[in-house]
Nanobody, 115 residues
């Protein structure tokens, strides 16, 4: 069993930055593919970025060059650095841990980009 707790969301002006963190409890954090998803009001949840145990990353096109996902296996934590934020980045951001058919989700953290 893995529990995920996100933090770092908030209100930021367009062009600003935020850093999300996701702290994981439980065993074997390093084997999980970690990911960040987001869900805007009235829209489906979408993948934002993933990072494998070996550090390989993948991003949705809309955030490439602006967001960076990273992980610290010693701290059981995954991060999402978000720069040059846009109003369309407004959403609840969820942390995900995946290993084979096992999937865990955090409770989500709100990110609002507005002037």
């Amino acid at each position: 069993q893995v529990q995920l707790v996100e933090s770092g969301g908030g209100l930021v002006q367009p062009g600003g930055s935020l850093r999300l963190s996701c702290a994981a409890s439980g065993r074997d954090f390093s084997v999980y593919v970690m990911g960040w998803y987001r869900q805007a009001p009235g829209k489906q949840r979408e993948l934002v970025a993933t990072i494998t145990s070996g550090g390989n990353t993948n991003y949705v096109d809309s955030v490439k060059g602006r967001f960076t996902i990273s992980r610290d296996n010693a701290k059981n934590t995954v991060y999402l650095q978000m720069n040059s934020l846009k109003p369309e980045d407004t959403a609840v951001y969820y942390c995900n841990a995946k290993f084979r058919v096992v999937n865990y989700w955090g409770q989500g953290t709100q990110v609002t980009v507005s002037s």
